[in-house]
């Protein structure tokens, strides 16, 4: 087993993630795991840093497989004995002009947006060490304002378990299955990505008060929306690059003892979610 630090990022072989990635290896002393869904991609985005003298470490992970969960927690459990900095990034969107149905957008961005990290939470936060830092990549697109105030109320509340953020997020899936997500007062119009990181930004308040209330000292869980940045996912009208949206994420990879906890940030600065 290694004595050396270590720190995750999710999704990491391409756009913001992959810029995390790029920025953490400069800076982090310990070391870096790029984990990404696919082996070739990954592989091939491990190489191209190695080609400017960075070295990261490639390891498969598909944060929608459990079994794929199992196995990075085993190989992190067996490497290092444990985690340092995670910061969550995968993530899918459907595009505006998707012909795909309803239903089938909201299974499947909440199925990797939101259960896919909450799964990797559950599996990876035994193995945080005191200090150690999570990131979740949310966005402004998953403000609560998205939502009616019968749905804010129960997001925002100060007293939400883990077990019922779940149910919430089932909740939405079943109800745009059932056509009646409007009445409820999810997003009109349609957004299943903004729900999904409605309910990760909620996750972060959730996994904070726990964190607090542990035997581990100074575990700090925020969120952050690293901005509209030139992505597969948002396309080159966003005004940002890569580079500029991992900046927020790796400040809060960094936050030193006595930071805030269970919070929203933006351009590095905590903001109203």
């Known amino acids: 087993m290694s004595a050396s630090r270590v720190a995750v990022v999710t999704g990491g ?78 993530a899918i969107s459907y595009k505006p002009a998707s012909t795909a149905p309803l239903a089938e957008q909201a299974r499947e961005t909440v199925c990797v947006n939101f259960t896919g990290t909450l799964n990797v939470c559950r599996a990876l936060f035994p193995l945080l060490r005191p200090h150690a830092r999570v990131v979740n990549v949310a966005s402004s697109a998953g403000h609560l304002k998205i939502l009616k105030p019968n749905l804010q109320q129960q997001f925002a509340s100060d007293s939400l378990t883990e077990s019922e953020l779940e149910m919430l997020m089932n909740q939405f899936v079943s109800d745009v299955e059932a056509g009646v997500h409007v009445e409820k007062g999810w997003p009109n119009p349609f957004s299943a990505y903004g729900t999904s990181k409605v309910g990760l930004a909620a996750l972060t308040k959730v996994s904070a008060r726990q964190m607090s209330t542990g035997d581990k000292e100074d575990i700090l869980v925020n969120s952050c929306c690293p901005g509209w940045v030139k992505t597969d996912m948002a396309g080159d009208r966003a005004p940002l690059t890569p580079e500029q949206g991992a900046e927020t994420p790796v400040f809060l990879a960094f936050l030193p003892p006595g930071s805030p906890t269970g919070l929203f940030f933006k351009q590095k600065k905590v903001v109203d979610w």
């Open 13 to 90: 072989n391409k756009g913001i993630g992959f810029a995390i990635v790029k920025s953490l290896a400069t800076q982090f002393e310990g070391d870096v795991i790029l984990a990404a869904r696919d082996p070739s991609r990954g592989q091939q985005s491990q190489n191209d840093l190695e080609k400017q003298g960075i070295r990261v470490i490639y390891q498969q992970l598909d944060i929608s497989n459990s079994k794929s969960i199992q196995e990075f927690k085993n190989f992190l459990e067996k490497k290092y004995g444990g985690l340092d900095v995670l910061v969550n990034n995968a």
